[in-house]
């Protein structure tokens, strides 16, 4: 097709628009349009009157509470949500130390058997083996010269020393 032959198309197009828009045109009934936007204009105008007429008598309605609102019944209203507040943190502060009391004997229970299973397995190990631990403490005594054992004693006197004033602060504590 050629530009000639779409320009032809387009004008047969735009001729029978023409032609249809001046058909629906004879045919439109100007009476039944107007009265289709006469009541368009009339339900609108009277959904805004209705929301204009809310609107007012909602302000109106806050003024006056407004006016009723009083410095006095603010802080009496702020004085009972404290209260509540108050009383609610102490009912939280009772259920808080319940379960802390709680776990804290389930942990003292645990840290218990714990123990008790601790010392079972040590007195098992010591009654196995104590014949080697008592030999092997023995040999190195019987090769250390006696000089060395005297040395040994003497700072075991210190500490005894050391101890001998602590009981006595002890004494004088009661």
């Known amino acids: 097709m050629t530009i000639a032959d779409q320009i032809n198309n387009q004008v047969k197009q735009l001729r029978e628009e023409v032609k249809n828009l001046a058909d629906a045109v004879k045919h439109l009934d100007v009476?039944?349009?107007?009265?289709?936007?006469?009541?368009a204009v009339e339900r609108s105008r009277s959904t805004a009157k209705e929301s204009y007429d809310e609107?007012?008598?909602?302000?109106?309605?806050?003024?006056?509470?407004?006016?009723?609102?009083?410095?006095?019944?603010?802080?009496?209203?702020?004085?009972?949500?404290?209260?509540?507040?108050?009383?609610?943190?102490?009912?939280?502060?009772?259920?808080?130390?319940?379960?802390?009391?709680?776990v804290r004997g389930d942990v003292q229970k645990r840290a218990e058997d714990v123990i008790g299973e601790a010392r079972a397995?040590?007195?098992?190990?010591?009654?196995?083996a104590p014949a080697k631990k008592s030999a092997a403490k023995k040999a190195p005594a019987k090769k250390a010269p006696a000089k060395k054992t005297a040395a040994k004693k003497?700072?075991?006197?210190?500490?005894?020393?050391?101890?001998?004033?602590?009981?006595?602060?002890?004494?004088?504590?009661?």
């Open 154 to 174: 003497a700072p075991a006197k210190k500490t005894a020393a050391k101890k001998a004033p602590a009981k006595k602060t002890a004494a004088k504590k009661p």
């Open 121 to 128: 397995t040590v007195s098992r190990v010591t009654k196995k």
């Open 55 to 102: 609107l007012i008598k909602l302000a109106e309605e806050l003024v006056d509470s407004a006016k009723e609102l009083k410095l006095d019944k603010v802080q009496n209203r702020a004085e009972k949500v404290v209260e509540t507040l108050r009383k609610d943190a102490r009912k939280n502060l009772k259920d808080v130390r319940k379960r802390a009391d709680s």
């Open 31 to 39: 009476d039944d349009l107007r009265s289709q936007a006469t009541g």
